[in-house]
């Protein structure tokens, strides 16, 4: 081999070795994401669960990968896609959007995100709507990290509600009905970040901030970290949320 041909096989040698290490670190980066979106996981609290399972007004079943609850009489004709907070799982939210298909007759379809965070999700909310065709107004909610996409997909819906959320990307221009629900012991997603996020709504947007009610009282999942201490009950938080998104409802 002539010396002149030495430095250009070194130099492919180098490349290979390079793109191998570059395609080893995506690899490993990709399995480290996966692996920690399974770990963590806050699983929905039995009784609270049950009690929806339970309830002979309330129809729940997995559609599409999702968990959909539809009234178990009456014509549905205005639906929720509700989309879980980072790493909870959506079983976590039946109790308290339960009041929603119980009391006003509303479809609410619960997402899967992927890899348990809304992030990583980019299905459109066509692939939710369509597990219930006959419904003809949609909102589009979600809590925290779920509310974030619930925003990106705002525009396709007829209506937003954000669950102890905020969005990033601008809707005050988008004429949409949009109601936001707080809580005023929200260690996390607190009043002061809900009310410097107002900027991004439109400005007729509803301001519901619910007393007592900590981050984790828009789900059933236990306490978590960063969060407030709450003092509401069960009871009146699912009371609170229902009142408020019919009032939303109302103005379709």
């Known amino acids: 081999m002539s010396a002149s041909k030495r430095p250009r096989s070194q130099a492919r040698r180098i490349g290979l070795i390079v793109s191998l290490s570059v395609a080893g670190l ?15 996981v806050m ?14 007004r309330v129809v729940v079943s997995d559609t599409g990968g999702n968990v959909v609850m539809t009234p178990a009489s009456g014509e549905s004709t205005v639906g929720l896609v509700f989309i879980p907070g980072a790493k909870v799982q959506a079983e976590a939210y039946e109790s308290k959007l339960s009041g929603l298909v119980a ?8 997402s899967r995100p992927w890899l348990n965070l809304a992030f ?7 692939d939710f709507t369509s597990v219930a065709p006959g419904v ?12 974030v ?4 997909l705002a525009p396709d819906a007829d209506g937003l509600v954000l669950f102890g959320s905020y ?9 949409l009905p949009v109601l936001s629900i707080s809580g005023a012991e929200d260690g996390l997603s607190t009043p002061a970040k809900i009310q410097d996020s ?3 709504l439109p400005a007729d947007a509803e301001f519901v901030e619910i007393a007592g009610a900590s981050h984790a009282s828009f789900g059933d999942y236990g306490p978590q970290a960063g969060d407030g201490t709450p003092t509401i009950d069960d009871a009146d938080m699912t009371a609170e949320i229902t009142a408020s998104v019919a009032e939303l409802v109302a103005r379709l």
């Open 26 to 40: 995506l690899v490993a980066g990709a399995l480290g994401i996966v692996i920690w979106s399974q770990v963590g």
């Open 43 to 56: 699983d929905a609290e039995a009784g609270p669960l049950g009690s929806v399972r339970s309830d002979d």
């Open 103 to 110: 009391d006003d007759g509303m479809t609410v379809v619960i």
């Open 120 to 126: 990583f999700d980019p299905r459109p909310l066509s």
């Open 136 to 147: 003809d107004s949609w909102l589009v909610g979600g809590h925290s990290l779920g509310g």
């Open 149 to 152: 996409r619930a925003c990106q």
């Open 167 to 175: 969005c990033a990307n601008d809707l005050s221009d988008s004429g």
């Open 198 to 200: 107002r900027g991004m």
